[in-house]
């Protein structure tokens, strides 16, 4: 076998443009955005008013066309290793809906004290577990695609019970108990099943029957080695188109509130590196392998921005400080979790030397 640095510049080789300098366009896709929002007069309101039932078509395109590939991938004859899984299983339920929202709500207290609308907008994003944004991650960061799509159906499926229950508990009965300012939140449970629906359902059913007709059709090798890497860089374009118009809606706001949004970012960036970190520490201390790991950690630390933008909107309107707080999430998720995946990568070679590096479309050269 040939030493791992020697296969790995082999693999570098291969990938395409777009695989090799994927930060670098995702970079470029953020400015992008953000000058089309400020040089384009009524773009922002444009693409925000492209709404069906308050669902932003442009951005539910750009996530349904980034998560279809992924999930197509997934091998669901193999799902049964997940669920035996209880060293994922529970930490992941521990991680997504006691220790993320205790940690977003202590952050966002210690470190906005003084800005309501914005601290309230924070409580609300780490209440919104990720279900469609992290499948991306954990696939670029060469996690399991079976335990993805686990733990990403249990967080949607504890979002809809949940999500509710706890936007009460954490800004109301909390403070309440702490002597601090309370705020009522109006979540409705049908929006919250809808999000779901749209953004897991859609592409997870479109994934599965992919790959249920294409292996009856012509087996799973043809499957694997010719369908797969024909669909799988979609995933990417979806990716930096949605990102691109994220941007592009709040590009007026990232420019005339920098000052604002440095405020809520610092909070941010301290609940993601902590989440991520400490979740990857407890998958290598429970014994999971790096890419079980991997994926607790990404599961973990993302958050399902268009349902928390849409229950801030929802709740107190499209011009609060809770929705821009809202808005800010992805924002700095995007950055912070695009330079994760090198870190997770980097930790793959220290855990598993002798593991062959994959391109970011998930196949190995």
């Not at 979002?159 to 300012?181: D, E, K, R, S």
């Not at 107190?316 to 707080?325: D, E, I, M, P």
């Not at 809202?326 to 700095?332: R, Y």
Request: glycine share 10%.
């Amino acid at each position: 076998m040939p030493p791992a640095p020697a296969v790995e510049a082999a693999v570098v080789g291969r990938l395409s443009v777009l695989d090799r300098l994927l930060p670098v366009w995702i970079a470029v896709s953020m400015v992008v955005g953000v000058l089309a929002g400020r040089a384009i007069p009524g773009l922002g309101r444009g693409l925000d008013a492209v709404k069906v039932d308050g669902i932003s078509l442009p951005i539910a395109a750009g996530l349904l066309v980034m998560m279809y590939p992924v999930l197509a991938k997934v091998r669901y004859d193999r799902l049964d290793t997940v669920t035996r899984d209880r060293r994922l299983l529970i930490p992941s339920l521990v991680l997504n809906w006691v220790i993320g929202p205790a940690l977003m709500f202590a952050l966002a207290w210690i470190l906005l004290p003084d800005l309501p609308a914005y601290r309230t907008g924070l409580i609300i994003v780490g209440l919104a577990r990720c279900i469609a944004m992290v499948v991306i991650w954990n696939d670029l960061a060469c996690g399991d695609r079976e335990a993805a799509a686990v733990l990403v159906a249990l967080n949607s499926v504890f979002q809809v019970l949940a999500f509710a229950l706890l936007g009460w508990f954490y800004l109301h009965v909390l403070p309440g108990w702490l002597g601090l300012h309370q705020t009522q939140l109006n979540a409705s449970t049908w929006d919250i099943a809808r999000s779901v629906l749209i953004f897991l359902g859609i592409p997870l059913l479109g994934g599965y029957l992919t790959r249920r007709l294409g292996e009856k059709a012509r087996g799973r090798d043809w499957y694997e080695n010719t369908l797969l890497p024909k669909i799988g860089p979609a995933a990417l374009y979806g990716l930096l188109f949605t990102i691109v118009i994220l941007f592009a809606l709040q590009g007026d706001a990232i420019t005339s509130k920098p000052w604002d949004v440095a405020r809520i970012a610092l909070p941010l960036l301290g609940y993601f590196a902590l989440m991520w970190a400490g979740s990857f520490a407890l998958g290598r201390l429970v014994g999971l392998g790096y890419e079980r790991t991997a994926t607790l950690a990404f599961t973990a630390a993302g958050n399902n921005f268009e349902l928390a933008i849409a229950v801030a909107i929802g709740t107190f309107g499209v011009t609060s400080g809770q929705a821009l707080a809202g808005v800010v999430g992805p924002l700095i998720e995007v950055p912070v979790l695009v330079a994760l995946v090198y870190v997770s990568l980097a930790l793959r070679r220290r855990i598993d030397p002798l593991a062959a590096p994959e391109a970011p479309d998930g196949h190995t050269a």
